[in-house]
């Protein structure tokens, strides 16, 4: 029971910061650092949490996130924005998802399929992301702190997932920028050909980013002058979401 009791405090720890080293852990925990490695070991392997391998951070995984157990905020978070995302849909008739930040990924934990027409967008929540590729994550990327920014642009690997995918650090660069100064991202055919997808960055209580939230549509259907209205209706939602947490 002492064991279990230890990995329970590890998981306790990320309640307030998603966002860990491990001296910090070892700090909020007391767990001695050899027993402390295993534990978090463990809880890596098992997908519980995850270690950021270009800050050395740890983060609530994928499994908590799935389980909805990824700390207070975002908890929250996931509650207050299921109704907002149905007025999306409603108003747009596109998908619409809620990411959250993991590590160098993004994982979608909210997901809400359109209404338009019989093609739609559709991710599965629980989808796993790299941060490049789409508007959801490198809205993610654009907002977060300079310092860790500049970390990621330099190392981050850049698969060509789809053909519109960027893979070129000078281009991601740039485009980073861009949506730091019009504040939403846009992404076209970055996952997958034939789809297109705007988002926003939804910051957290110390006013670090670390989730997104992204309406997606077919190709078919994209009607580029609207792009800026998304963005607008966005903006409000997570005003709405974020408003008393």
Do not use: N
């Not at 098992?46 to 050395?56: S, Y």
């Not at 941060?131 to 994550?137: I, K, M, P, T």
């Not at 997808?197 to 009607?223: H, Q």
């Amino acid at each position: 029971m002492k064991a279990l009791s230890r990995g329970l405090d590890v998981l306790d720890a990320f309640a307030e910061r998603p966002r860990r080293h491990f001296a910090e852990l070892a700090a909020a925990t007391g767990i001695p650092r050899s027993s402390l490695y295993r534990f978090l070991a463990l809880l890596e392997s098992r997908g519980f949490l995850r270690q950021d391998p270009l800050t050395g951070e740890y983060t609530p995984g994928a499994v908590l996130y799935r389980l909805g157990s990824s700390g207070a905020w975002l908890g929250e978070l996931r509650q207050a924005a299921r109704a907002v995302m149905r007025t999306l849909v409603d108003k747009i008739g596109e998908s619409v998802y809620l990411y959250v930040r993991e590590g160098t990924a993004r994982v979608c934990v909210e997901a809400l399929e359109g209404t338009r027409g019989t093609i739609r967008h559709a991710i599965k929540s629980g989808s796993v992301f790299p941060l490049h590729a789409g508007a959801s994550g490198k809205v993610i990327l654009a907002f977060l702190p300079d310092d860790e920014r500049a970390v990621l642009l330099a190392r981050l690997p850049l698969p060509r997932l789809g053909p519109g995918a960027i893979t070129r650090r000078a281009e991601l660069r740039a485009a980073i920028e861009r949506i730091r100064r019009q504040g939403w991202a846009y992404g076209e055919e970055e996952l997958a050909s034939g789809a297109w997808a705007v988002a926003v960055p939804i910051l957290d209580r110390t006013k670090a980013c670390v989730a997104s939230l992204v309406v997606a549509g077919p190709m078919v259907r994209l009607e580029r002058e609207r792009l800026p209205e998304y963005a607008r209706l966005l903006r409000a939602a997570v005003d709405t979401m974020t408003r008393g947490l």
